[in-house]
């Protein structure tokens, strides 16, 4: 055989593969974006961690508006913590229950400076379930189900704190009628922070509810912070 049709039979062979790991990567991100362009919606996250675990994270309710405002219900042991975010202007409620702008809160220290990292590093569900997509290995369809091992990279990305090694992962999708209905991702690995090192083991899901049947009270106090 001569080598340049050698050639054109060993590239048109490769196209089949090429085309089976993007376009499932395509329908995630396809169905993220639909999510996206709907009036509003609502979401709850739920972090399952081992019992041994020293931070146990509570249920976060989320609500956000096309072009309005984002709402965030968050709670840690007993205490709730409540965020607002529009455009780029983002308030989170200190520990004493008071509205303060993310940027004041980075100035201060303790639990108040805690809750300034936790504004800063917040992904409302489409940009953290576009990024997951982008970090998959290889999306595999079975039915609604979207599944994929998470690159090196995309395990470490999960790890918000700290210095994180031996870092591996796993995502899921739910995509009904072509739109993000659920994700769930799955980290493991170490994470070195302060001097210490702690294990890692936690999993994530993010249902979607309420689409186009959403609506947001952003307390006054919070819209002043974010005009």
Known sequence: MKPGLLLGVFLFASIPFVAADAVPK????????????RTNYSWKTVVVVP???QFKPGPTDGKTEKGGFTLV????GDRMTEMAIKGDKTCITDP???????????????????MAWIAKNFKNPVDEASELAKSAKELKKDGEVYSADLTDEGAKGQFR???????????????KEGQ??????KVQGKVEFGGNEMDVDRTTTVE??????????VPEAAKKKLT
């Open 26 to 37: 395509d329908d995630v991100l396809t169905a993220a974006r639909k999510l996206a362009d």
């Open 51 to 53: 019992e041994s675990a």
């Open 73 to 76: 219900s968050m709670s840690f």
């Open 96 to 114: 004493d229950g008071e509205w303060q702008s993310s940027a004041d809160l980075e100035k201060a220290e303790g639990p108040a400076r805690f």
């Open 161 to 175: 704190f700290g210095s994180a090694k031996d870092a591996k992962g796993s995502v899921k999708f739910w995509v």
């Open 180 to 185: 993000l209905a659920k994700y769930e991702f």
């Open 208 to 217: 979607i509810k309420a689409v186009d049947a959403t609506t947001i009270k």
